[in-house]
């Protein structure tokens, strides 16, 4: 049973997890989407479709801290004055190569359905991120997807807007996934579904925020070097034991899979 999460910012939500009516248990798979699902990262792949694949200097000098979501914005607004289309940037999302080992963790979620359920939270764009899942064919994998709303206007401009807007001074202003995955377990709690195990699959220094929130049961999967690999380890050293779940650094996501399938052996 998982236990009560106070002081990491999580809810009690997990009271009498499996007591009166035994089941298989139910864990929750939680991804990031750039340079974790896929190894680019979006936001940067998507100029390829501006013309001479490559953005003004004035443009690129325009990205402030913590405004990324409103670069983005002018970005797109630039590559749609330029005559970007919908094709060209669908053309590039789904052209964007998967992370190593990635279609086998899928793979591996996909026969395991019944046990996982899935979500993806990332401060990309629904519209690049559906193509790509869509293209790659394992759209139908994920219950949910959270990301920043994107769609095309009467111009045929991609447009882009904020997720939500929050209060943590971690994250940038128009994201914070520790939030959303908040929420998202509370709404589900509601629900009456309860996770044995949360298990957090990222990359970025956004992903080390909700992972903070992780139990003592859970697994953050940091990919190794990046980021969120280098902030768990420097919160251990400074902090030992503040962060509590059980760490385990990736270079492929095949060896997500080895871990998961180990841990369906153990419940055998």
Same mark, same amino acid.
């Given at each position: 049973?998982?236990?009560?999460?106070? &002081?990491?910012?999580?809810?009690?939500?997990?009271?009498?997890?499996?007591?009166?009516?035994?089941?298989?248990?139910?864990?929750?798979?939680?991804?990031?989407?750039?340079?974790?699902?896929?190894?680019?990262?979006?936001?940067?792949?998507?100029?390829?479709?501006?013309?001479?694949?490559?953005l003004p200097e004035s443009l690129r000098q325009?990205?402030?801290?913590?405004?990324?979501?409103?670069?983005?914005?002018?970005?797109?607004?630039?590559?749609?004055?330029?005559?970007?289309?919908?094709?060209?940037?669908?053309?590039?999302?789904?052209?964007?190569?998967?992370?190593?080992?990635?279609?086998?963790?899928?793979?591996?979620?996909?026969?395991?359905?019944?046990?996982?359920?899935?979500?993806?939270?990332?401060?990309?764009?629904?519209?690049?991120?559906?193509?790509?899942?869509?293209?790659? &064919?394992?759209?139908?994998?994920?219950?949910?997807?959270?990301?920043?709303?994107?769609?095309?206007?009467?111009? &045929?401009?991609?447009?882009?807007?904020?997720?939500? #807007?929050?209060?943590?001074?971690?994250?940038?202003?128009?994201?914070?996934?520790?939030?959303?995955?908040?929420?998202?377990?509370?709404?589900?709690?509601?629900?009456?579904?309860?996770?044995?195990?949360?298990?957090?699959?990222?990359?970025?220094?956004?992903?080390?925020?909700? #992972?903070?929130?992780?139990? #003592?049961?859970?697994?953050?999967?940091?990919?190794?070097?990046?980021?969120?690999?280098?902030?768990?380890?420097?919160?251990?050293?400074?902090?030992?034991?503040?962060?509590?779940?059980?760490?385990?650094?990736?270079?492929?996501?095949?060896?997500?899979?080895?871990?998961?399938?180990?841990?369906?052996?153990?419940?055998?």
């Open positions: 049973m998982r236990r009560c999460c106070e &002081g990491v910012g999580l809810p009690c939500l997990f009271k009498g997890v499996g007591m009166a009516n035994p089941r298989p248990p139910r864990y929750l798979l939680v991804f990031d989407f750039d340079e974790t699902i896929v190894d680019e990262n979006t936001d940067d792949s998507v100029v390829r479709a501006a013309p001479g694949q490559a325009s990205l402030r801290q913590g405004s990324y979501n409103e670069y983005m914005q002018r970005v797109l607004a630039f590559m749609g004055d330029q005559g970007v289309t919908v094709g060209d940037f669908k053309a590039v999302y789904e052209n964007i190569p998967l992370s190593p080992g990635m279609p086998e963790l899928f793979q591996f979620l996909s026969k395991n359905h019944e046990l996982f359920e899935v979500i993806l939270i990332s401060d990309a764009n629904m519209f690049g991120i559906e193509a790509k899942l869509r293209a790659a &064919g394992f759209y139908s994998l994920f219950r949910k997807i959270f990301s920043n709303p994107s769609s095309f206007d009467k111009r &045929g401009y991609l447009t882009l807007g904020p997720y939500h #807007s929050h209060k943590c001074l971690e994250c940038p202003a128009n994201m914070c996934k520790r939030k959303i995955l908040t929420e998202y377990l509370a709404e589900r709690a509601q629900e009456e579904v309860e996770f044995e195990r949360v298990f957090y699959v990222g990359d970025g220094a956004n992903d080390f925020c909700p #992972s903070v929130a992780l139990t #003592s049961s859970d697994v953050a999967f940091p990919r190794k070097g990046y980021p969120m690999h280098r902030m768990t380890q420097e919160m251990e050293k400074k902090q030992p034991g503040a962060f509590q779940a059980a760490v385990v650094p990736w270079e492929s996501a095949a060896e997500v899979a080895r871990y998961l399938q180990e841990l369906l052996k153990k419940k055998c």
